[in-house]
Antibody, heavy 120, light 107 residues
Framework: EVQLLESGGGLVQPGGSLRLSCAASGITFSTYAISWVRQAPGKGLECVSV????????YYADSVKGRFTVSRDNSKNTQYLQMNSLRAEDTAIYYCVGHQLLSAGWFDSWGQGTLVTVSS | DIQMTQSPSSLSASVEDRVTITCRASQSISSYVNWYQQKPGKAPELLIY???SLQSGVPSRFSGSGSGTDFSLTISSLQSEDSATYYC?????????FGQGTRLEIK
């Protein structure tokens, strides 16, 4: 059974930084792409980044480009989302999602989410 | 970016009703559409992938159809546990996008 566990969320001031982690089990981690999907309070779903299984390909939403960076350590079965220059509008639940195709696929494995709050 | 427009944004229906939610893409995306169900406080769950394939474990009352720009999710006989928000998703482009969601309430 695939399990994805996010950590690292919390309260941060505007302009601050935070690093989220996504730890995986039950899968051959290096064969899974990982996306981060966020959901602002009472709002819909937005995919902000994706990284390929090897880590060699990454894509970002325009809303976070230049501020967020994804990376992964396949030896630790863990993927990271480094968030810098945080803004109030980045406040959301962040879900880590595992999927076998980098694109043209579907999201069948979701973590439980971690809450990021950007506020002074 | 490919925009996904869902309709309606909310609806109310009775148990055993047939319910259809539609999603329109801003450009042709073949069959690269998936559907999710999200209940309050929970992560979304995959219902339908590749426009019409039923995810394992999902009740057969859920079905999907469409190709090109127009897609739909149908619940053939609504049950009380189907109260949730439903999202379509396109996976045609490098970074996926979702519709704005449809909130389904049981009368």
């Amino acid at each position: 059974e695939v399990q994805l566990l996010e950590s690292g969320g919390g309260l941060v001031q505007p302009g601050g930084s935070l690093r989220l982690s996504c730890a995986a089990s039950g899968i051959t981690f290096s064969t899974y792409a990982i996306s981060w999907v966020r959901q602002a309070p009472g709002k819909g779903l937005e995919c902000v980044s994706v990284i390929s299984g090897s880590g060699g390909t990454t894509y970002y939403a325009d809303s976070v480009k230049g501020r967020f960076t994804v990376s992964r350590d396949n030896s630790k079965n863990t993927q990271y989302l480094q968030m810098n220059s945080l803004r109030a509008e980045d406040t959301a639940i962040y879900y880590c999602v595992g999927h076998q195709l980098l694109s043209a696929g579907w999201f069948d494995s979701w973590g439980q989410g971690t809450l990021v709050t950007v506020s002074s | 970016d490919i925009q996904m427009t869902q309709s309606p944004s909310s609806l109310s229906a009775s148990v055993e009703d047939r319910v259809t939610i539609t999603c329109r893409a801003s450009q042709s995306i073949s069959s690269y559409v998936n559907w999710y169900q999200q209940k309050p406080g929970k992560a979304p769950e995959l219902l339908i992938y590749a426009a019409s394939s039923l995810q394992s474990g999902v009740p057969s009352r859920f079905s999907g159809s469409g190709s090109g720009t127009d897609f739909s999710l149908t619940i053939s006989s609504l049950q009380s546990e189907d109260s949730a928000t439903y999202y379509c998703q396109q996976s045609y482009s490098r970074l996926t996008t979702f519709g704005q969601g449809t909130r389904l309430e049981i009368k």
